[in-house]
């Protein structure tokens, strides 16, 4: 948790110590409440939902579960049971993207879908045999439970990838009018937009979404000069502009990474992890 302590020199002379969990990071994050406001509103927004699967699947009855136990204890068996769905799902999210942290976000959602049917499928099939206990001829095979549990996973992705790309849509600043002071360094055609700044010796490379410009200069100037942009750094040698980072993402080594939009992949350093976390990035 980033906290900020201020010192405050009263007429006296005497020193005041104060905690302020509402102010913003130094990056320009969201305060402390914001962000935990943010976190219980999608909490009560997954119990919500389970509830309510929960609750038509007892309904429903499906595999010949209808009357096998009474409603709560049935509305209880199907909560484990999405709550162990869920587990499996983030576990398998976070695996993928250690292990396919440099693959397109595309790819590893797929394996994703895939990695959690294989580990739920049998777990669901001895969830009804045990709990349930309906009749045998009522279970499901194996197969058939997979191609269903895929069926769900996938709709369910393709669901959440949407809704994400939405609100994306809506979230993401507009390209600003004026270019920043930076761009005044790079040649009197150019007209694009600067994505990263990358330190190089006693230079530093631009990448634009024109190609790369070499500016002898120092980081810490060049950012100064993007002052009008919104970005944060990700390292002691790079600087991303906010609306240019697609993803993270983790090489094969599990190190974070930030994805572009031009699909470079750009390192996190621990130093700048808590920094990029109130951002909201990584």
Known sequence: MRFSINFIRPTDGSLLLT?????????????????????????M???????????????????????????WTSVANWL?????????????????????GTQSALVREFVVVVMTTCVFTPVLHLW?????????????????LFLLV??????????????????????????????????KRLPD????????????GHSVMIQTTEGTFDVRMRLADAIDEMT???????????????????DAARDTSGKPHLRMVDGALVPVSRSYVAALEDEGVI
């Open 19 to 43: 905690f302020d969990p509402y102010q913003t990071s130094a990056t320009g994050g969201s305060s402390f409440t914001q962000k935990v406001a943010r976190v219980l509103q999608h909490c």
């Open 45 to 71: 927004a997954c119990v919500f939902i389970a509830i309510a699967a929960a609750v038509v699947l007892t309904v429903a009855g499906p595999f010949g579960t209808l009357g096998m136990a009474n409603f």
């Open 128 to 144: 009804l045999i045990t709990l349930f206990s309906p009749a045998e001829d009522a279970v499901p095979s194996m197969g058939y």
């Open 228 to 246: 009008d942009v919104h970005g944060f750094s990700t390292h002691r040698s790079h600087w991303v502009v906010a609306d240019a980072v697609a």
């Open 150 to 183: 895929l069926l769900i996973c996938l709709s369910l992705s393709v669901l959440m990838m949407t809704v994400s790309l939405s609100l994306q849509g809506r979230t993401t600043p507009e390209i600003p009018e004026v270019q920043p002071r930076l761009s």
């Open 189 to 200: 055609a150019f007209s694009g937009r600067i994505l990263r700044l990358t330190a190089q």
């Open 80 to 100: 484990g049971l999405i709550a162990t769905s869920l587990v499996i799902a983030l576990m398998s999210k976070r695996i993928i993207s250690i292990l396919l």
